[in-house]
């Protein structure tokens, strides 16, 4: 199936899958909320959080705290005034039900009851009857515990989550209120957690029981060094290395709730925050807004992400003072710190945090063209005002890199023998925009790189000019510092991940002055890697020859007009780790899908293309005296579960690379900014 045909059917069984499975009184995908934790606000507190602007608050409706706990259960007055006042200022409230009163317990071991597996007959009880209470108050979306992976919040496990908390809570949730919405599980970021939560959704599979939407929470701060575990886009959306904790998304996917790659349903970050410390701290308080505007950055890059709970609009006074975004200052009166500005404004500026609702065909929730997809997700979409979905930019055209067949090719690194050519060259205007995290001095780093080919072997020639060169580490961390990624889909299947059949992702340096080079991705039955490399550098300049045999890449022999799947990436460094990269097409930087990658197409002897770059022989006296490292890569890792690098694993960019002229690149710019960017990830990945 043709590239673009493959992208559009991809996305929109993506986005018709997620709109299926998501309950009808949800809110469209694409639609984004902001809302912040407030515990049992008073009614001064839920009018600072109407001066923020957000859509919603958080508030502990805590089992123990109801009158005869596991009797009448007797109103909570604070929580009720809480509520009350909080749907009348047209602010919408998610309610947590959550912890054991001791009367409800069934054994603890520990001296806290409030973490004990409760009686399941009393709690639903509980739920049937709080439900009712508060959705007559016009509250109708209720989570089902909190943080049950910690030992502080939950002794049981994610078995007697399921059993005890979640199946009878829904039950008695949707016998007390038709149209009210399940959340859940709330898992806190850390431990085991992946575990929990795929033996939590499996365990609700088998019960026949789902959450209408998924919330989680993550702590995780921005621009994590290597040595400081998952920053928050990695816990989100792809795990950095193969030995930290697998990513929400990840997650959802070997539980078999992602089809594709895509959560099956909207996703809620509903805790997430900042700790300054000391709390009034100018530098602290402006990092804690520079993680609010981060965390809203990453949830409107994906169309599954649509609501992000802040922790929280008041500073605690206890152990978890600072995290507030408000702080009291005298009898009645509130300091608002620089994220309470900064995201009040914010709101108050992009439409798109509104929620949708409105009357314009892009924010409707309704799919008005009929091609599968709606607001957001309809690349007719410009936002929320926009009145018509139908006005679609032109498809997008991948772009094809022809590789002639080769003459005797010596690897030397010197490139003088590939005269007839046919060079990407990404630091022409045609073939190179700025990816989303450019290297630190984008005008420092250009590349140019061609493909030739044998029936036994495809050979790779690169170009690339840095003005420093930086790498040291062990071959799996290459991509750390300066260094080559290749990736190849060889079926042209495409798909919005490796699919362990037909896809391989490889990767080159020179290292501590040799070549060095790893295999993150290929199928369980591969063979070891017998690639053969030299990486030569001279000034500014750093080439690369690499030979991949015909069995490298599950062929027995490579013939004329054989084309697959292919994309490649380079990494910079300048002395301090990785600050950027280019690419050639998305789909190996930010995320990992063959979808995304251009055509390699092998032309038959003497037929090499018109447009080959006429100074390629401008190489054949460039190597001086320039160090050469050449090896045999016959240790690649080829584990089938070797993580590549890029999402939570590594490098990568996501830059948007037009095919031929600026026209079809700006389309194909405009389609995946507005659909495929806001179904994957975004950010790097480090």
Same mark, same amino acid.
């Given at each position: 199936?043709?590239?673009?045909?493959?992208?559009?059917?991809?996305?929109?069984?993506?986005?018709?899958?997620?709109?299926?499975?998501?309950?009808?009184?949800?809110?469209?995908?694409?639609?984004?909320?902001?809302?912040?934790?407030?515990?049992?606000?008073?009614?001064?507190?839920?009018?600072?959080?109407?001066?923020?602007?957000?859509?919603?608050?958080?508030?502990?409706?805590?089992?123990?705290?109801?009158?005869?706990?596991?009797?009448?259960?007797?109103?909570?007055?604070?929580?009720?005034?809480?509520?009350?006042?909080?749907?009348?200022?047209?602010?919408?409230?998610?309610?947590?039900?959550?912890?054991?009163?001791?009367?409800?317990?069934?054994?603890?071991?520990?001296?806290?009851?409030?973490?004990?597996?409760?009686?399941?007959?009393?709690?639903?009880?509980?739920?049937?009857?709080?439900?009712?209470?508060?959705?007559?108050?016009?509250?109708?979306?209720?989570?089902?515990?909190?943080?049950?992976?910690?030992?502080?919040?939950?002794?049981?496990?994610?078995?007697?989550?399921?059993?005890?908390?979640?199946?009878?809570?829904?039950?008695?949730?949707?016998?007390?209120?038709?149209?009210?919405?399940?959340?859940?599980?709330?898992?806190?970021?850390?431990?085991?957690?992946?575990?929990?939560?795929?033996?939590?959704?499996?365990?609700?599979?088998?019960?026949?029981?789902?959450?209408?939407?998924?919330?989680?929470?993550?702590?995780?701060?921005?621009?994590?060094?290597?040595?400081?575990?998952?920053?928050?886009?990695?816990?989100?959306?792809?795990?950095?290395?193969?030995?930290?904790?697998?990513?929400?998304?990840?997650?959802?996917?070997?539980?078999?709730?992602?089809?594709?790659?895509?959560?099956?349903?909207?996703?809620?970050?509903?805790?997430?925050?900042?700790?300054?410390?000391?709390?009034?701290?100018?530098?602290?308080?402006?990092?804690?807004?520079?993680?609010?505007?981060?965390?809203?950055?990453?949830?409107?890059?994906?169309?599954?992400?649509?609501?992000?709970?802040?922790?929280?609009?008041?500073?605690?006074?206890?152990?978890?003072?600072?995290?507030?975004?408000?702080?009291?200052?005298?009898?009645?009166?509130?300091?608002?710190?620089?994220?309470?500005?900064?995201?009040?404004?914010?709101?108050?500026?992009?439409?798109?945090?509104?929620?949708?609702?409105?009357?314009?065909?892009?924010?409707?929730?309704?799919?008005?063209? =009929? +091609?599968? &997809?709606?607001? !957001?997700? $309809?690349?007719?979409?410009? @936002?929320?005002?926009?009145? #018509?979905?139908? *006005? %679609?930019?032109?498809?997008?055209?991948?772009?094809?890199?022809?590789?002639?067949?080769?003459?005797?090719?010596?690897?030397?690194?010197?490139?003088?023998?590939?005269?007839?050519?046919?060079?990407?060259?990404?630091?022409?205007?045609?073939?190179?925009?700025?990816?989303?995290?450019?290297?630190?001095?984008?005008?420092?780093?250009?590349?140019?790189?061609?493909?030739?080919?044998?029936?036994?072997?495809?050979?790779?020639?690169?170009?690339?000019?840095?003005?420093?060169?930086?790498?040291?580490?062990?071959?799996?961390?290459?991509?750390? =510092? +300066?260094? &080559?990624?290749? !990736?190849? $889909?060889?079926?042209?299947? @495409?798909?919005?991940?490796? #699919?362990?059949? *037909? %896809?391989?992702?490889?990767?080159?340096?020179?290292?501590?002055?040799?070549?060095?080079?790893?295999?993150?991705?290929?199928?369980?039955?591969?063979?070891?890697?017998?690639?053969?490399?030299?990486?030569?550098?001279?000034?500014?300049?750093?080439?690369?020859?690499?030979?991949?045999?015909?069995?490298?890449?599950?062929?027995?022999?490579?013939?004329?007009?054989?084309?697959?799947?292919?994309?490649?990436?380079?990494?910079?460094?300048?002395?301090?780790?990785?600050?950027?990269?280019?690419?050639?097409?998305?789909?190996?930087?930010?995320?990992?899908?063959?979808?995304?990658?251009?055509?390699?197409?092998?032309?038959?002897?003497?037929?090499?293309?018109?447009?080959? *770059?006429?100074?390629?022989?401008?190489?054949?006296?460039?190597?001086?005296?320039?160090?050469?490292?050449?090896?045999?890569?016959?240790?690649?890792?080829?584990?089938?579960?070797?993580?590549?690098?890029?999402?939570?694993?590594?490098?990568?960019?996501?830059?948007?690379?037009?095919?031929?002229?600026?026209?079809?690149?700006?389309?194909?710019?405009?389609?995946?900014?507005?659909?495929?960017?806001?179904?994957?990830?975004?950010?790097?990945?480090?």
């Amino acid at each position: 199936m043709a590239f673009t045909t493959r992208l559009a059917m991809g996305i929109m069984f993506v986005v018709a899958a997620v709109l299926a499975a998501a309950s009808p009184s949800a809110a469209a995908i694409g639609d984004n909320d902001v809302g912040i934790n407030t515990h049992v606000p008073a009614d001064a507190v839920i009018d600072l959080c109407v001066e923020l602007g957000v859509g919603w608050i958080r508030v502990d409706n805590n089992w123990p705290d109801a009158g005869d706990p596991c009797g009448a259960m007797t109103p909570f007055p604070p929580l009720e005034r809480s509520a009350t006042y909080a749907v009348s200022r047209g602010l919408q409230v998610y309610m947590t039900l959550a912890y054991t009163p001791p009367c409800a317990s069934t054994g603890s071991s520990d001296a806290r009851p409030h973490n004990d597996v409760p009686d399941a007959a009393a709690w639903e009880r509980y739920v049937r009857t709080a439900v009712t209470r508060y959705r007559a108050m016009g509250v109708r979306h209720f989570g089902l515990w909190n943080e049950a992976n910690l030992g502080g919040f939950w002794e049981g496990s994610a078995e007697q989550y399921v059993d005890a908390i979640v199946t009878p809570g829904m039950r008695a949730m949707r016998a007390a209120c038709a149209d009210c919405l399940a959340l859940g599980p709330d898992l806190a970021h850390s431990h085991d957690y992946d575990v929990w939560l795929e033996r939590i959704l499996r365990r609700m599979d088998a019960a026949g029981v789902s959450f209408d939407i998924y919330t989680h929470h993550i702590y995780n701060e921005f621009d994590r060094p290597i040595w400081d575990g998952d920053s928050f886009v990695n816990a989100l959306d792809r795990r950095r290395f193969a030995f930290t904790r697998r990513s929400l998304r990840e997650t959802l996917v070997d539980a078999g709730h992602a089809p594709g790659g895509i959560p099956d349903r909207e996703v809620w970050i509903t805790e997430t925050g900042y700790h300054a410390r000391p709390p009034t701290d100018p530098a602290e308080m402006n990092r804690q807004r520079d993680y609010y505007m981060r965390v809203i950055d990453e949830q409107l890059a994906r169309a599954w992400y649509t609501n992000s709970f802040f922790y929280e609009i008041l500073d605690s006074g206890d152990e978890l003072d600072g995290f507030g975004i408000t702080r009291r200052d005298g009898p009645g009166g509130f300091l608002r710190k620089p994220a309470f500005h900064a995201l009040r404004d914010r709101i108050a500026a992009e439409p798109e945090l509104s929620g949708g609702g409105g009357s314009t065909q892009c924010s409707d929730g309704i799919d008005n063209d =009929g +091609d599968g &997809l709606a607001d !957001a997700a $309809d690349p007719g979409c410009a @936002g929320p005002a926009d009145d #018509d979905e139908s *006005d %679609d930019p032109p498809p997008p055209v991948p772009p094809t890199l022809d590789a002639p067949a080769a003459p005797a090719i010596s690897l030397d690194g010197s490139l003088a023998e590939w005269t007839p050519a046919v060079w990407v060259d990404l630091a022409s205007p045609d073939n190179f925009v700025s990816p989303d995290r450019p290297p630190g001095d984008a005008s420092d780093l250009s590349c140019r790189l061609a493909v030739l080919w044998a029936p036994d072997a495809i050979y790779l020639g690169i170009e690339v000019t840095d003005d420093m060169h930086d790498n040291a580490a062990a071959s799996d961390l290459i991509w750390t =510092g +300066d260094s &080559l990624q290749a !990736a190849f $889909d060889m079926a042209d299947d @495409g798909g919005r991940g490796y #699919d362990g059949d *037909d %896809d391989f992702e490889v990767g080159w340096a020179l290292a501590g002055g040799s070549a060095s080079g790893h295999r993150w991705v290929a199928p369980s039955a591969a063979p070891p890697m017998r690639a053969v490399a030299a990486i030569a550098r001279a000034g500014t300049a750093t080439r690369y020859e690499i030979r991949i045999p015909a069995g490298d890449m599950g062929r027995s022999a490579f013939a004329a007009g054989d084309s697959f799947g292919f994309t490649f990436l380079v990494n910079d460094a300048d002395g301090s780790g990785r600050e950027g990269w280019i690419e050639w097409t998305p789909g190996i930087g930010r995320f990992k899908e063959p979808e995304a990658f251009g055509t390699l197409r092998l032309l038959p002897p003497g037929a090499a293309d018109a447009d080959a *770059d006429a100074d390629a022989d401008a190489d054949a006296d460039a190597d001086g005296d320039a160090d050469i490292g050449q090896d045999a890569f016959d240790a690649y890792d080829a584990r089938p579960d070797a993580r590549p690098p890029g999402g939570s694993d590594g490098g990568g960019c996501g830059c948007r690379v037009p095919p031929r002229g600026r026209g079809a690149g700006f389309a194909f710019l405009a389609a995946l900014a507005l659909a495929a960017a806001r179904l994957g990830s975004r950010g790097p990945r480090p």
